[in-house]
């Protein structure tokens, strides 16, 4: 299962990413994305620990269900808890995510996901962050996602990661029907390129998310995160740069970094992260900016490439 055009939304902001999102903006976000055509919805249990997949699940409830590519993950269930602990998502539900790779971890988070976003199918599943966990994975939730699969509960079944090495790893042992890779194919971090180009020649489409490696890309000033982490000053100063060059074309570094991995043969889509329906707006008139090649020679010499 293909999505129709080339961005779709990323649910984790929907989930309180570093701050609270209003019911009223969260749903304003999906409605803003349908009406400009995107059709690809990501969320996960860990997002907002289950918020984001409440949220959209809500949102997209009008919409005709065959129009819509949903996506979520297994990896993770949420357990009652006192609080949600250390968590970089704001106002959760008392929620403790715990990782779980095992087939019955897999069939608990699958069975819970359904219930909060309201749905009996789920078009892409991921399995989510099994960086510590590759061996169970392999073993345990991918043969358990495949019987969900073959009973058409899941459409596809695909990996979701931040680690180029743990895509290798998968690979290795898996035929994926997709890869989401988070922030290894941007403007300041090439390191997936050679998993990218792995995949092209399997035939394994990438969906590309992080683009804006957790906002440093979209405003590169200081306090911006990285990597979900406030970015390092030398980070910030490589950022600038880029924005430089950019400026020298007059092509805005956000435009720069929300087409860049679309320029690979693999990638699929990108999947920006919006909390209001202004922010996917703007990220949508991002891909109409025209970029010219030699900006791009120069973007790809200043990071090595």
């Known amino acids: ?52 997949e409440q949220r959209l699940g809500r949102a997209l409830a009008p919409y005709p269900r065959d129009e819509v590519v949903l996506c979520s993950k297994v990896g993770r269930v949420l357990e009652p808890a006192d609080d949600a602990g250390d968590t970089i998502f704001a106002d959760v ?52 996602l495949a019987r969900w699969r073959d009973d058409a509960v899941v459409g ?31 403007l300041l971090d090439r390191s997936g390129a050679d998993v990218l180009d792995r995949c092209a020649s399997l035939g394994v489409p990438v969906i590309a998310a992080g683009v804006f490696n957790s906002g440093l890309l979209a405003d590169p000033t200081e306090g911006a995160h990285w990597f979900y982490e406030p ?38 889509l990108v999947l920006p992260g919006a909390r209001s329906a202004a922010e996917i707006e703007a990220d949508l008139d991002l891909l109409d900016v025209e970029i010219p090649e030699r900006l791009w020679d120069e973007l790809d010499a200043a990071s090595g490439t």
């Not at 779980?100 to 892409?124: C, K, M, N, P, Q």
């Not at 962050?129 to 043969?143: N, R």
């Not at 910030?236 to 043969?265: E, N, S, T």
């Open 1 to 52: 299962m293909r999505p129709s055009g080339p961005v779709g939304l990323g649910g984790a902001a929907l989930g309180n990413l570093y701050s609270p999102v209003s019911e009223e903006d969260a749903e304003a976000t999906v409605a803003a994305a349908w009406a400009r055509g995107v059709r690809f919805f990501d969320t996960a249990p860990l997002y907002g620990h289950g918020l984001s």
């Open 93 to 144: 539900p008392p929620l403790h995510p715990r990782f779980d790779f095992s087939a019955r971890g897999v069939e608990a988070s699958l069975t819970a996901s359904l219930d909060r976003l309201g749905v009996d199918r789920i078009d892409v599943v991921h399995v989510h962050d099994p960086d510590d966990h590759v061996q169970q994975a392999v073993t345990e939730a991918y043969p358990a």
């Open 156 to 186: 596809a079944i695909g990996l979701g990661t931040n680690l180029p090495e743990t895509a290798s790893a998968v690979l290795d042992e898996v035929h994926l029907d997709w890869l989401l890779l988070a922030g290894r194919y941007t």
């Open 231 to 268: 970015a390092p000053p030398e980070v910030v100063a490589r950022a600038r740069r880029l924005a430089d060059a950019c400026d020298q074309h007059g092509v805005p570094l956000a435009a720069a970094a929300i087409q860049l991995p679309l320029r690979h043969p693999a990638v699929t």
